[in-house]
């Protein structure tokens, strides 16, 4: 533990920081997916025909937003997303089929202090489940670390959004603690559940997530050989 010259405890040193660059608007891509910023003219028939896979509309459940009944719709909502200052939002291409199938978004930078938040998670049934939903994320976590430096990577949801909170835990998010009466959604309360990654954890969440991505884990069908919480808890035993 530091102390200062009081003998008060104090945080350790970040020597050298510096602010951090905004997220750039230039594409990600890997072996299952490629993620370039949201484009409403590019992205909205493909985006509203895969949402409209989501026959009961769960994957609007914990958003104030869709579903979508015209791809009208789609693209005035994709245009809204594209101008928000706040949220750089992100369309996810499935590389096997070509096509457009979730969203994604780096929200709230804080450049000064090395924060960014993952958000605005919208997969689609033609992405849930699939390797390259967690490729999409493993891109965006290593923009953020590895590329710009920041600190801290935060996960947010609605605490009682369970399929969000396991995939943040299968992430290798840590839970943080529970902001109670946080905001209302489509006039509900929600309590908000935070997650978070620092970047000391992620040079061994990088190598689990290489891993399991590599393709000697996937048989001919595409099914994984270990899952990657196995490639996580055989780094943390050495």
Not at 73 to 92: K, M, P, T, V, Y
Not at 175 to 194: H, K
Not at 225 to 234: E, G, P, Y
Request: proline fraction near 7%; charge should be neutral; hydrophobic fraction near 35%.
């Amino acid at each position: 533990m530091q102390h200062n010259h009081l003998g008060q405890p104090v945080g350790d040193p970040v020597p050298g920081w510096t602010a951090r660059p905004l997220p750039p608007r230039t594409p990600m891509a890997g072996r299952f997916c490629s993620l370039e910023p949201l484009d409403p003219e590019r992205h909205s028939a493909d985006l509203f025909s895969a949402f409209a896979e989501d026959r009961e509309g769960r994957i609007w459940t914990y958003y104030n937003y869709g579903p979508f009944e015209t791809v009208a719709e789609c693209r005035r909502w994709a245009e809204g997303q594209s101008a928000d200052s706040h949220r750089l939002f992100h369309a996810i291409r499935d590389l096997a089929s070509g096509k457009w199938v979730g969203v994604g978004a780096y929200i709230n930078p804080q450049p000064a202090v090395g924060v960014v938040e993952v958000g605005s998670l919208v997969f689609s049934p033609l992405l849930q489940r699939r390797p390259a939903a967690t490729e999409a994320m493993y891109l965006m976590m290593r923009r953020a670390v590895d590329e710009l430096g920041y600190r801290r990577y935060e996960w947010k949801c609605d605490s009682l959004n369970q399929p969000s909170r396991d995939a943040a835990a299968r992430l290798g998010f840590r839970y943080e603690g529970l902001f109670r009466q946080a905001t209302i959604t489509r006039g509900r309360n929600r309590d908000t559940a935070w997650f978070s990654i620092v970047d000391k954890e992620w040079p061994a969440l990088r190598e689990a997530f290489e891993g399991w991505l590599d393709p000697a884990n996937f048989t001919l069908d595409g099914q994984q050989r270990r899952s990657l919480a196995t490639f996580r808890d055989a780094h943390a035993a050495r």
